[in-house]
C-alpha cells in the first residue's frame, strides 16, 4: 500500500486542487471527507481514489476490500489536504456522476442562485431527510465543493441532482413550480404540493420577476414575528417539511 509524507507529491496536489471549481469540471472529480460522507456514497459509487491515515486505518479494518485503491497520508499531509478545522481522516475522490435528464415530475425543490455553501447543504440534507429525491441546482454555489458536501453532512448520495440553466428549466415547461416568496403569495394551508417543485431564490435577492413569472404558484410561509425575512437555508427547508406531509 502506497505511503505519503509530502505535501509535495503530485496526488496531493490534485486533492488540494480538487477544492477549485474549474478544476472539478476539468477532470470531473470531486473529493469527499469523513466517515458518513464515505459510507453514504460508497454505497452508489465506486470511489476512484481512497485516502486516509495510518491510525484511520487501524480503526476502521472494513474499508480493507478497497486496499488496492488506498493511499495512506501521514497526518500533517492529510491536514494540508482537509477542508476540516480537525480531518477525519479519511477522504476519497469519486467521479461527478452523468448529467441526467431533467425529472417530469416531483416532489422536488430548485435552487435558483444560492450561493452560500452552508444555505445549499442545509437544503439538500433536509430533501434527504423529508424524502424529496429530486433537487435541481440552477447557478450559485457548485454542489460538489467541499463546504457544500461538508453541509449536507453525508446525505449527498440520498438525493439526485441535476444541474442546468434557467433557459433549459423554461423549455421543460411540464414541471409544476410553487415560488417561496417573502409577501404576496399564498399559505400553505391553501396549496396542494403533491408532485411539485418548491422553488427557492437567491440569499441576497430571492426570486426574481423572471423566475417568479415561469412559476404557476406563489407561497409566503407566515412570520407573526419581528423578522422581515427567514435566509434560503431555514425558508427552504421549512417548505420542504410542508411538502413532504403532502407527498
Given at each position: 500500500?502506497?505511503?505519503?509524507?509530502?505535501?509535495?507529491?503530485?496526488?496531493?496536489?490534485?486533492?488540494?486542487?480538487?477544492?477549485?471549481?474549474?478544476?472539478?469540471?476539468?477532470?470531473?472529480?470531486?473529493?469527499?471527507?469523513?466517515?458518513?460522507?464515505?459510507?453514504?456514497?460508497?454505497?452508489?459509487?465506486?470511489?476512484?481514489?481512497l485516502f486516509?491515515?495510518?491510525?484511520?486505518?487501524?480503526?476502521?479494518?472494513?474499508?480493507?476490500?478497497?486496499?488496492?485503491?488506498?493511499?495512506?497520508?501521514?497526518?500533517?499531509?492529510?491536514?494540508?489536504?482537509?477542508?476540516?478545522?480537525?480531518?477525519?481522516?479519511?477522504c476519497a475522490?469519486?467521479?461527478?456522476?452523468?448529467?441526467?435528464?431533467?425529472?417530469?415530475?416531483?416532489?422536488?425543490?430548485?435552487?435558483?442562485?444560492?450561493?452560500?455553501?452552508?444555505?445549499?447543504?442545509?437544503?439538500?440534507?433536509?430533501?434527504?431527510?423529508?424524502?424529496?429525491?429530486?433537487?435541481?441546482?440552477?447557478?450559485?454555489?457548485?454542489?460538489?465543493?467541499?463546504?457544500?458536501?461538508?453541509?449536507?453532512?453525508?446525505?449527498?448520495?440520498?438525493?439526485?441532482?441535476?444541474?442546468?440553466?434557467?433557459?433549459?428549466?423554461?423549455?421543460?415547461?411540464?414541471?409544476?413550480?410553487c415560488a417561496?416568496?417573502?409577501?404576496?403569495?399564498?399559505?400553505?394551508?391553501?396549496?396542494?404540493?403533491?408532485?411539485?417543485?418548491?422553488?427557492?431564490?437567491?440569499?441576497?435577492?430571492?426570486?426574481?420577476?423572471?423566475?417568479?413569472?415561469?412559476?404557476?404558484?406563489?407561497?409566503?410561509?407566515?412570520?407573526?414575528?419581528?423578522?422581515?425575512?427567514?435566509?434560503?437555508?431555514?425558508?427552504?427547508?421549512?417548505?420542504?417539511?410542508?411538502?413532504?406531509?403532502?407527498?
Open positions: 500500500m502506497k505511503i505519503i509524507t509530502s505535501v509535495h507529491n503530485d496526488q496531493i496536489k490534485h486533492l488540494i486542487n480538487l477544492g477549485k471549481k474549474s478544476y472539478r469540471m476539468q477532470h470531473q472529480e470531486f473529493l469527499i471527507e469523513g466517515t458518513r460522507a464515505y459510507h453514504e456514497l460508497v454505497q452508489l459509487y465506486k470511489p476512484l481514489a486516509m491515515t495510518q491510525d484511520y486505518q487501524n480503526a476502521h479494518q472494513d474499508i480493507a476490500c478497497y486496499e488496492k485503491i488506498t493511499t495512506i497520508l501521514a497526518p500533517h499531509v492529510m491536514e494540508k489536504v482537509s477542508a476540516a478545522a480537525t480531518p477525519s481522516g479519511i475522490i469519486f467521479a461527478i456522476p452523468a448529467q441526467q435528464p431533467l425529472p417530469t415530475t416531483g416532489p422536488g425543490i430548485i435552487l435558483m442562485d444560492v450561493h452560500d455553501p452552508g444555505n445549499m447543504g442545509t437544503l439538500i440534507r433536509t430533501a434527504a431527510a423529508m424524502n424529496i429525491k429530486e433537487v435541481i441546482i440552477i447557478g450559485g454555489v457548485d454542489p460538489y465543493s467541499p463546504k457544500v458536501i461538508q453541509s449536507t453532512a453525508g446525505c449527498l448520495a440520498a438525493v439526485r441532482l441535476y444541474q442546468t440553466t434557467f433557459d433549459k428549466l423554461a423549455a421543460q415547461h411540464t414541471l409544476h413550480l417561496l416568496v417573502v409577501q404576496g403569495g399564498k399559505t400553505p394551508d391553501q396549496l396542494n404540493l403533491h408532485h411539485k417543485f418548491l422553488v427557492v431564490g437567491s440569499e441576497a435577492h430571492g426570486l426574481s420577476a423572471q423566475q417568479i413569472a415561469l412559476c404557476q404558484e406563489k407561497m409566503t410561509i407566515p412570520m407573526p414575528g419581528q423578522a422581515e425575512s427567514l435566509n434560503a437555508g431555514v425558508a427552504g427547508s421549512i417548505g420542504l417539511y410542508l411538502m413532504s406531509q403532502q407527498n
